[in-house]
């Protein structure tokens, strides 16, 4: 299957940065916009009482020490702080290091309450992600998502929408590091404005040099998406083709092939670690650098001790914010293909299945083809090629034709996956995509060659068209189409696990556990797709009796690659490249050139 990358309904879409990503993608959560502000303000309070504990810290220090006076003496902010609590508390020490302690203790709970917060909105947003992204998977127009590689959509769907709960963190990571850094900066100025314009100075220059990483970071996180979907497709094939691969011997090259993609996301990997620990590293050496810098500058500038105590601490604890922003910058630099893909699996212009309003009523005459084209491709030619015929109510019909003369396709518009390009499809003269697709798909039921098992038990395979089915019902069309016996033989019965694709189970036992499930349904209109080619002669002739005489007044469509198919039919469609190979039998010519 060849790759098709996501269509976007912004033009422009490709060149938005990460934060403009993240950004647009805020569009999905407009109930709780106040998410990211309370988020921020939390943020901003942790800051505050952050600053404070410093502060706080310094001065239950000398208390501890019993040096109080210095700090009366250094002046400034600190000695007024101290002041004030000794106005409240007295000056016994025990006293004032206990109130110390409380205040520090209280703006802990403070930060923790931030985090807290911080992880429950981070997997709100994950959530949302998946949820939002699966429900594109599952109404989108089967059309427009069959092309794309399941790889890449299982990787968006189980991944990237991690990814983009990351951002949302980073993104309020900045706002809130932003914030601190407002908040200790300004502590750094109430302390000593020449510490301030020091701090400052240097946080510019710390700054400046982490900017350099963005460029290689974002190259590797356009690398490492296409890796990481290229390594996820190579999962699907070794888990859905296990037993095809080991069948041809291709074990060795499932293996390399495999490890290749999987080193690939490991150097990536590699590759994205150094950048983040030369980001740390230049992170401490600045910080470092400029702590040294303001201590000389303060000592040659007269600050007393405590203040300089009190701002050096000020600067441990603003440093990580200055190295937040740039991390989360570079991040987000990284996570741009991943939040791309993401926002334009979401967007909203994309191709959904038609949907109509009207209830079906159940069909009274007949299902009619008028002059039906349709193209998988239009750079392949059409598919069907204003294909006309009609499905008599209550009637056998044999469609016939060799492998990729139209059958699948006609079945596909008629099981609502497909849109007509031209022509219609009517029932009893009513245009069907003027009926919802629940109430259509309600009265038919199909039953294909290569049944599609779903990861679950048997019982839940058989219910997939009849939930509510008892445990009676399913036994009884178990029973018809003779699978009853080899259930009932397994240990867990009913509750077997299918396995991957089925292959727990032979052909002919899947083409049964597939015509059960469709008779289960008791569908008005039933379609058999090749439904008894793995199942033998003798059987095949006793299931179709039962068949027809469970489905007496429903209608039947039989699909098969032989004209010359050993069906009891009452007409027969012909069908090759396309097209409509002879007058239907049983149809007048009038009547074939109608429909």
Known sequence: ?????????????????????????????????????????????????????????????????????????????????????????????????????????????????????????????????????????????????????????????????????????????????????????????????IVGITALVCAIAVFALLRLLSVPVRRLGRETLAANQVLAERMLVSLHGMRTLR??????????????ASSRVRRLAIRAEWIKALIGTLGEVGSLGALIVIALVAGRSGVDVPTTIAA???????????????????????MNASLRSVRETLDGDKPRAAEGSKAFPGMRSELRFDDVCFSHDPRRGRSLDAVSFVIRRGKTTLLAGPSGSGKTTILNLILRLYDPDSGRISVDGVNLHDYSRASWLNSV??????????????????????????????????????ILEDIEALPDGFNTRIGTAGQNFSGGQRQRIGLARALLRAPEFLILDEAMSAIEPDREIRIRDRIAETMQGGTILVVSHRVDAAVAADSRIAIAKGRIASPPQGETAANSSKG
């Open 312 to 334: 050096v601490l000020l600067l441990f604890r603003l440093q990580p914010h200055l190295r937040e922003i740039e991390t989360s910058r570079l991040a987000l630099a990284g």
């Open 1 to 193: 299957m060849n790759r098709v990358e996501p269509e976007s309904g912004n033009v422009d879409g490709s060149s938005l940065s990460p934060w403009a990503e993240v950004v647009a993608l805020t569009r999905l959560f407009g109930e709780r916009v106040w998410a990211a502000p309370f988020l921020i303000a939390l943020g901003l309070g942790a800051a505050l009482a952050d600053t404070l504990s410093v502060g706080l810290a310094v001065m239950l220090l000398f208390a501890l020490l019993g040096q109080n006076q210095k700090i009366a003496e250094g002046g400034g902010i600190l000695a007024r702080i101290h002041q004030s609590i000794e106005g409240v508390v007295g000056t016994d020490v025990t006293t004032v290091a206990a109130v110390f302690f409380a205040l520090i203790l209280l703006s802990a709970m403070l930060v923790y309450a931030y985090q807290v917060t911080t992880a429950v909105m981070m997997n709100h947003v994950a959530q949302r992600m998946r949820d939002l992204v699966h429900h594109q998977y599952v109404t989108l127009s089967y059309r427009y998502l069959q092309p794309h590689e399941q790889g890449q959509l299982l990787h968006i769907l189980a991944t990237e929408t991690w990814t983009v709960a990351d951002a949302f963190y980073h993104l309020a990571r900045v706002g809130v590091s932003i914030c601190a850094i407002l908040v200790f900066g300004a502590g750094l100025f109430f302390l000593s404005w």
């Open 445 to 482: 039921a199909i039953a294909g060659q290569d049944i599609e098992l779903i990861e679950g038990t048997l019982a839940q395979n058989l219910k997939i068209g009849a939930r509510d089915a008892d445990m009676a019902a399913v036994r009884r069309v178990c029973e018809m189409v003779e």
């Open 247 to 260: 069948v041809f011997a291709q074990e060795e090259y499932l293996l390399r092939v495999f490890g290749s």
